[in-house]
């Protein structure tokens, strides 16, 4: 996996011991709340079964433009254009950042989230159940 150097400024020597990286699950179904310091970036691992249906990923967070969420296959969103992002909204009283995966897109997915404010933020990744919004009858 590619792990994005964000601030090259600070590249004076090189680590003498490799870099392990551990990402905290998102599992489907759950709510996680995240609490990390105001401005910073935390990184979740998502991972989707084969046969799933379309999957709704979600952070709620306490204020308009408090956050903002990421989502990227197999690779760390980094900001360039590549990932499926969210910005925080008002959606029926709450602020919801969402992004949509279509059906057939199984795999392990990278969520970044960047909290704004101090307030928690609370995550969710749901298969999105099948959902009939009409029937039409056909006149013969």
């Known amino acids: 996996m590619k792990v994005p150097d964000l601030n090259r400024l600070n590249n004076v020597v090189a680590a003498a011991d490799p870099l392990h990286i551990a990402f905290a699950d998102l599992p489907l ?6 609490s990390f310091p105001v401005g910073d ?3 979740y691992r998502l991972t989707i079964p084969a046969g ?4 709704h990923i979600s952070a709620q967070f306490a204020a308009d433009n408090a956050g903002a969420l990421a989502a ?9 254009g590549t990932e499926l992002v ?6 029926g009283g709450a602020r919801l950042a969402t992004i949509d995966l279509p059906a057939g897109m199984a ?6 989230v960047r909290r704004i404010t101090s307030s928690p933020v ?3 990744a749901a298969v999105t159940p099948l ?5 039409q009858t056909k006149a013969t």
């Open 122 to 124: 609370i995550l969710r």
């Open 131 to 135: 959902a009939l919004t009409g029937l």
């Open 107 to 112: 795999g392990v997915y990278y969520i970044s």
């Open 29 to 34: 179904g759950a709510d996680v709340t995240a």
């Open 41 to 43: 970036v935390t990184y």
């Open 72 to 80: 990227r296959f197999a690779e760390l969103p980094t900001g360039d």
């Open 52 to 55: 799933s249906g379309p999957v």
């Open 86 to 91: 969210g910005l925080a909204k008002v959606n």
